[in-house]
């Protein structure tokens, strides 16, 4: 018999189940899904017994490539607000104001307060949706319940 260490756990394999890895996952997999992308290590020791160790890896879950995928493809984009902050704090010389340069301040900054209070609004908004969604269960149970 071959010797299995999972997640704290032996179990004992037989010999043709433990022929190769391929079989080993493929055994496995009914009951640890995690199998299939598991690091799998084998040792042999001085009396001749095999033990295989399996870690499983950390993965991404759901649907990880279409987020990201998504966010590469999005537009980029500054708050308004922040642009505009950093403009004027590099600037080397403070103007001499003007009536006209005040009044263009004035629609650049009301501009910026618009876009970034609408920005808030939308990223409230998908916080609460994040939050109040409701959890689904795993069929999956966790190791030591």
């Not at 103007?95 to 920005?119: C, D, F, N, P, W």
């Amino acid at each position: 018999m071959v010797t299995l260490q999972l997640e704290g756990q032996e179990i004992q394999l037989p010999p043709e189940i433990a022929i190769s890895d391929d079989a080993v996952r493929k055994a496995i997999a009914p009951l640890f899904p995690q199998a299939a992308h598991a690091t799998i290590q084998r040792t042999t020791d001085t009396n001749g017994m095999t033990t295989i160790r399996l870690t499983k890896q950390a993965g991404t879950k759901g649907n990880y490539h279409v987020i990201l995928r998504q966010l590469i493809e999005s537009p980029r984009h500054v708050n308004p607000a922040l642009t505009l902050y950093q403009t004027y704090q590099t600037e080397s010389q403070p103007t001499q104001a003007t009536v006209e340069s005040i009044l263009l301040t004035q629609q650049k900054l009301r501009l910026a307060i618009e876009h970034g209070e609408k920005e808030y609004k939308e990223t409230a908004t998908i916080k609460e949706r994040l939050t109040s969604t409701p959890g689904s269960p795993s069929r999956i149970l966790p190791s030591g319940f």
